[in-house]
């Protein structure tokens, strides 16, 4: 009887459409084109990418989708078939030799006429297009909002909540036609956090939306990108989360410092963490700041209570995180343009939760117990870094 019931469990669970706390229980974990192809992304670089996820160590340090951005759309037939551009010869390939190395793979378009790149969208096709998404069998979509913006002002001159209504409309139109595919899709939404994407992207499906404008590979860009995350925890967790752009880590000039602290800051925010290096040319150093598993293994914490400000000072700020185990994540950055060595500030342990001003800490960047820490142990902190701590009582 007993067996019979746990076989009936197990079949209903492989026939139900994955819910959207299923399908990103944490936040997704990947590689995506954009940030180091652009508009010149192909077919080769997506399976060398793949590859290239396994042989580094990232697929097995939990990067499993492999995301396609921008620029693989061709034109649209008479049937309205939206067919790739001669980029990417054949989809459905590309989808298997991906799925064959254990990975995922993802797609990207636009609720509007066009992408952002001015590739065609899938307005007036989003069932057509997602139909054949799950055809090819996609993984994911990052649906962008691009030139839908146009639409909105053309159809609501001058009326902000009436444009705002017609976004999530049209949000919510492909998540229904995702639904209707039957195949788990993680519903990306890009829409640069306008109408305060929080409030109303799970209720469109969202399994994470975009709080902010486009990253750049900048510490500035990426600084801005994270501080302005404040206040923004209560609104993520388990299936839906808060994203705050793709990682720029190995990317541009940033240095090991900040890297470190791009790493450190989107663990915290419990981040949806899209690698965008070019892995052909990834350095030791970059590969051990993407895989280091104490760092992601803080990301990916089943609790899925993303972090937030603790305390901030001109030079210093403290963000903290609770864990599922009890413990507590306590990131100290370094937000000025010197080395800072914290004389005269505490941890705020106490607001953390550790009432004695004590606790003992493991640091997640040097791999070291460091054992009991008070309230005024003092960190030093090179210019634009950070230090990331796991706290027990
Ligand atoms: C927007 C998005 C980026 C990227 C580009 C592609 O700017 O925010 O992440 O997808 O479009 O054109």
């Not at 939990?62 to 001669?86: F, M, S």
């Not at 378009?109 to 998404?133: F, I, N, R, V, W």
């Not at 209504?165 to 998540?175: P, Q, R």
């Not at 925010?269 to 280091?292: C, F, K, Q, W, Y």
Request: charged residues 20%.
């Amino acid at each position: 009887m007993r067996r019979c019931l746990v076989f009936v469990v197990a079949l209903l669970a492989v026939s139900l459409p994955a819910t959207a706390q299923q399908l990103a229980a944490t936040p997704p974990m990947g590689w995506n084109s954009w940030n180091w192809f652009a508009g010149k992304v192909t077919d080769a670089d997506i399976r060398k990418a793949a590859d290239l996820m396994v042989s580094s160590g990232m697929r097995d340090a939990g990067y499993v989708y492999v995301n396609i951005d921008d620029t693989w759309q061709g034109k649209r037939d008479a049937n309205g078939v939206l067919h790739p551009n001669e980029k990417f010869p054949d989809m459905k390939a590309l989808a298997d030799y991906v799925h064959s190395k254990g990975l995922k793979i993802g797609i990207y378009s636009s609720p509007g006429p066009q992408t952002c790149a001015h590739y065609e969208g899938s307005l007036g096709h989003e069932e057509q297009d997602a139909k054949m998404y799950a055809e090819w069998g996609i993984d994911y979509l990052k649906y962008d909002l691009c030139s839908f913006r146009k639409n909105m002002q053309e159809e609501h001159p001058n009326d902000v909540p009436a444009q705002n209504k017609m976004m999530i409309d049209a949000y919510e139109k492909m998540h229904q036609a995702i639904l209707k595919t039957g195949r788990p899709i993680v519903y990306s939404l890009c829409q640069y956090g306008f109408d305060q994407s929080w409030q109303w992207a799970p209720k469109v499906g969202g399994n994470l939306w975009r709080t902010t404008d486009d990253i750049r590979a900048q510490y500035g860009s990426m600084m801005l990108i994270a501080l302005n995350q404040a206040g923004l925890s209560k609104y993520a967790g388990p299936g839906h989360w808060n994203d705050p752009d793709m990682l720029e880590v190995g990317n541009g000039k940033l240095t090991h410092e900040e890297n470190v602290t791009h790493m450190t800051f989107w663990a915290m925010l419990a981040a949806p963490l899209m690698a965008g290096n070019n892995l052909t040319e990834m350095s030791d150093d970059v590969r051990s700041i993407l895989t280091n598993k104490e760092v992601i293994a803080i990301d990916q914490d089943k609790l899925g209570r993303q972090g937030d400000r603790l305390w901030a000072g001109d030079q210093i700020e403290i963000w903290s995180r609770p864990l599922s185990d009890g413990s507590v994540a306590l990131a100290i950055f370094n937000v000025s343009h010197d080395q800072h060595n914290m004389h005269g500030l505490t941890l705020h342990l106490k607001d953390a939760g550790f009432g004695s001003g004590t606790a003992h800490a493991r640091d997640l960047w040097s791999h070291k117990d460091l054992g009991v820490i008070k309230d005024t142990d003092v960190f030093t902190i090179p210019r634009h870094g950070a230090v990331l701590l796991k706290l027990t009582k």
